[in-house]
Nanobody
Framework: QVQLVESGGGLVQPGGSLRLSCAAS????????MGWYRQAPGKQRELVAT???????NYADSVKGRFTISRDNAKNTVSLQMNSLKPEDTAVYYC????????????WGQGTQVTVSS
């Protein structure tokens, strides 16, 4: 099975930056749509950004212009560069891998905490 491990979370002040990384193991990474999702306390998990096997990206309106998703197929990693962070960005961030040939998430990482506070 595909395993995903996130890293890079932590505490940052408003306006600061963090870079999250997701290391994938398993088959067909380069053929899968990858994504970042987040879940704040008491709220549902929501889409943050996705990137297809071809490199096309999609972002939630709340992060557009501030966050950038990227992938390195040679290293089987996907990253999320987060700039101009706001307190409302505070959440557990999860890496997700889609089914081969699809866009629905099949595999999830364990999550990494991002806290934006002064």
């Amino acid at each position: 099975q595909v395993q995903l491990v996130e890293s890079g979370g932590g505490l940052v002040q408003p306006g600061g930056s963090l870079r999250l990384s997701c290391a994938a193991s398993g088959d067909a990474f380069s053929s899968r749509t990858m994504g970042w999702y987040r879940q704040a306390p008491g709220k549902q998990r929501e889409l943050v950004a996705t990137i297809t096997s071809g490199g096309s990206t999609n972002y939630a309106d709340s992060v557009k212009g501030r966050f950038t998703i990227s992938r390195d197929n040679a290293k089987n990693t996907v990253s999320l560069q987060m700039n101009s962070l706001k307190p409302e960005d505070t959440a557990v961030y999860y890496c997700g891998a889609g089914r081969i040939g699809g866009t629905t998430v099949r595999y999830w990482g364990q999550g990494t905490q991002v806290t934006v506070s002064s």
